[in-house]
């Protein structure tokens, strides 16, 4: 389908305005809960950075210059600051909690002033990829689908198999309930 397509489309099937509600649990959801759990950083999801002074840390001198690997994935999968780690729970970022989330915690795009220039666009991108496919299919698992999720670590997150779904067009799924 081409951009106008899409476009026009959209613009007779979407609110014109975020409703507050859907908006929050989507954010929740696409922009906290999932990026927690698999976050996209390379580097077997730890951040690099160069240390600017020499630092101690339990003990351990870090010198000037020193590259420092930050584990994000081990990070967010900490229990004492997720309780529960391996559950998806995007409740966790609800207004409510999220202020009592340390940020040096949650760090799926990075953080200062090198975390990831693309993050926002990335949010929207599966915002939108999400809204679309939604409208026009339910996805249900099936005998193929890997159930738990058996993780790859090496450079990006990703499953060591396919995670395959049954894909049913929507007004399929709406004649079977």
Known sequence: MCSRDFRTRSMHTCPTRPLPLQRHHSDG?????????HPA????????????????????????G???????????R??????EPDEFRP????????????????????AGPRNCI???????????????????FSFRPCKDT????????KG????KKPIVLKMVPRAQADLKK
Request: net charge positive; charged share 20%; with cysteine.
């Open 146 to 153: 890997p159930i738990p999720l058996d993780l790859d670590s």
């Open 118 to 136: 693309g993050m926002r666009f990335a949010l929207l991108v599966m915002k939108v990829a999400v809204v679309v496919l939604l409208q026009n």
């Open 78 to 83: 900490d229990p004492q600051y997720w309780p």
């Open 91 to 110: 409740e966790r970022f609800s207004k409510e909690n999220k202020e009592g989330i340390d940020p040096y915690t949650f760090l799926p795009f990075g």
């Open 41 to 64: 950083l390379p580097h077997r999801g730890r951040l690099k950075r160069v240390c600017k002074k020499p630092v101690e840390l339990s003990g351990v001198t870090i010198p000037e």
């Open 156 to 159: 990006f997150m990703q499953p």
């Open 29 to 37: 959801v696409l922009g906290h809960g999932g990026e927690r759990i």
């Open 66 to 76: 020193m590259v420092v690997l930050i584990p994000a994935f081990v990070l967010h």
